[in-house]
């Protein structure tokens, strides 16, 4: 009887340099062309949630494959950019097949640790993925990854408390204060939870005043232009006139249990909440939760595009397994499987047709989104753009700098890090 996936801790699967990377068949392959050996795949998900539905869905493709192997391991997301640098640089313990954010993947296909995946059965149908999400899977006009989940940002809301303060889902930042005071005035409930901890939060507030943290076609840093001062005053007037609460960590726990539990009325967040929202106490009746999009700053709507990719180690002993695996992970009727059963926005326009989707009131809330979102920039330095944005955002909220400050510590950082970089 075969035995199903086995979940393993992250620091076992590094000591399992040998098989992390093929398996009992090198090649993925038997004397009949049969697929066999191990894939060992790191993934990044919510644990709790959506990791149980891709697990679900990689023990599949084992009853599809019988005689592959998948290594299912659970990576924490915070960790596993720098845990797959380590492994692909030292050249053990390295999955097959990671689950990569989209920013990680011109990153890590720059530093030659990702297989080009042109020409091989990963990209199967590749012309059914919507343009957008395929933007993020190249890197000098080769394509390093599959695109898995596409993603964008809205403002979710408690129906309950926003119709006892007799108030609508605010449009922009203008109504969002009025609504937080009525809010507060109303149920003694603070208007916003604000991540103050995690700078990917502060993207909509960048791009509704009209910037950005750069434009890559002109290689100029743009974060510490005036519309990014703007930002960075619009967030903390948030909090300072009392819209918001907000916190320096433990941001996603701090932001997620007071929504649920209905300590604030509204947060920011993506459709990868949307099932652990729906644990919560205050939405035991799913239609007590309600999604919009990010209030608009002085300039416009904005809201990032996100997702995640699905990326094949260079230097992965069973290639022809790990191609197959991402395919069927990639497939329409995975991604139907994700979008009905955790709200997951599908990157093959064909999924949508599919009734989970066409039955989701998350896919078809954001879908409009994702398809304005604001592309973010796809170099290999796109990842390392966060963490001096992140240092700032943190400070300007909890009142250690100014938004003058902290536009100007951030583009000073972006130039040492982008070389040449106006």
């Known amino acids: 009887m075969r ?3 086995t979940a393993t801790a992250l620091v076992a699967a590094l000591a399992l340099a040998a098989t992390a990377c093929g398996g009992d068949k090198s090649d993925g392959g038997s004397s009949s062309g049969e697929l066999s050996g191990t894939v060992t795949w790191w993934d990044t998900s919510s644990v709790g949630s959506e990791d149980k539905v891709f697990k679900k869905l990689a023990e599949g493709f084992e009853k599809k494959h019988p005689k592959v192997d998948v290594k299912y391991v659970s ?5 596993a950019q720098n845990n797959f640098k380590n492994a692909a640089q030292s050249g053990k313990a390295a999955p097959d097949v990671i689950r990569s954010e989209v920013a990680w993947t011109p990153d890590f296909a720059s530093l030659g640790y990702l297989a080009p ?3 091989t059965p990963a990209l199967k149908n ?3 993925f919507l343009p957008q999400a ?7 006009d080769k394509t390093y990854a599959v695109p898995q989940v596409i993603d964008s940002m809205g403002i979710f809301y408690n129906k309950k408390l926003l119709q006892e303060a007799g108030v609508e889902p605010p449009t922009n930042l203008d109504e969002l204060k009025s609504s937080a005071k009525a809010i507060k005035d109303k149920t003694g409930k603070t208007g916003l939870y604000l991540r103050g901890d995690d700078p990917y939060f502060f993207l909509s507030f960048l791009y509704g005043e009209g910037g950005d943290l750069v434009d890559a076609k002109t290689k100029t840093v743009t974060v510490d232009k005036p519309e990014g001062v703007k930002a960075f005053k619009a967030v903390k007037t948030l909090v300072d006139d009392g819209t918001a609460k907000t916190d320096a960590s433990d941001g996603w726990e701090n932001m997620m249990q007071a929504f649920k539990n209905g300590d604030v009325a509204m947060m920011i967040n993506g459709p990868w909440a949307v099932a652990d929202t729906l644990t919560g106490k205050e939405f035991t009746d799913k239609d007590n939760l309600g999604i919009a999009t990010v209030p608009a700053g002085s300039a416009a709507h904005g809201a990032p595009q996100g997702g995640h990719n699905l990326a094949v180690y260079a230097g992965s002993k069973n290639l022809a397994a790990s191609y197959a695996f991402v395919e069927y992970m990639t497939s329409v009727e995975a991604q139907a499987t994700a979008a009905g059963e955790l709200g997951l926005l599908p990157t093959r326009t064909s999924a949508y047709a599919k009734k989970e989707a066409v039955n989701s009131e998350i896919v078809g809330f954001f879908k409009p989104v994702v398809e304005t979102a604001v592309e ?5 330095e796109g990842g390392s753009l966060f963490a001096p944005l992140g240092v700032e955002y943190t400070k300007v909220l909890t009142d250690q700098t100014t938004p003058e400050k902290a536009a100007k510590a951030v583009g000073d950082e972006y130039r040492k890090l982008l070389k040449d970089w106006k």
């Not at 395929?134 to 000098?140: G, I």
Request: charged content about 30%; cysteine-free.
């Open 3 to 5: 035995r199903g996936i």
């Open 75 to 79: 990576v924490p997301f915070g960790d």
């Open 117 to 119: 995946l042109d020409g």
């Open 126 to 128: 590749q012309d059914d």
């Open 134 to 140: 395929v933007a993020s899977t190249k890197y000098e």
């Open 376 to 380: 973010r920039p796809w170099i290999p």
